[in-house]
Nanobody, 123 residues
Framework: QVQLVESGGGLVQAGGSLRLSCAAS????????MGWFRQAPGKEREFVAA????????YYAESVKGRFTISTDNAKHTVYLQMNSLKPEDPAVYYC????????????????WGQGTQVTVSS
């Protein structure tokens, strides 16, 4: 079982930046894939970004490409989501997720979830 704890959410002006962190614990993560999802009020949870725990190819939703960057720090067992040029459509609760193997980029493909961290963007 993997435990995930997100942090770093908050209020930022449109055009600003935030960095979310996700601390992972509970087991070794060599083969795992890590992802970020978000859920706005009244909407379904949606994929944002993913990366194999060991690094390498990254995956992004079209809506965040060029603005968000996902990365891992193996020594700290932490996954980051650097969010730049935040837009009024980005506010949501952002969730960190883990998958034993990266089979897809949907909610159903990730088995472990954090509690979420709120991101609010003011215009």
């Amino acid at each position: 079982q993997v435990q995930l704890v997100e942090s770093g959410g908050g209020l930022v002006q449109a055009g600003g930046s935030l960095r979310l962190s996700c601390a992972a614990s509970g087991r070794t993560f060599g083969g795992y894939a890590m992802g970020w999802f978000r859920q706005a009020p009244g909407k379904e949870r949606e994929f944002v970004a993913a990366i194999p725990w060991s690094g390498g190819f990254t995956y992004y939703a079209e809506s965040v490409k060029g603005r968000f960057t996902i990365s891992t720090d193996n020594a700290k067992h932490t996954v980051y989501l650097q969010m730049n040029s935040l837009k009024p459509e980005d506010p949501a609760v952002y969730y960190c997720a883990a998958a034993a193997t990266l089979r897809g980029l949907t909610v159903a493909d990730f088995g472990s979830w954090g509690q979420g961290t709120q991101v609010t963007v003011s215009s």
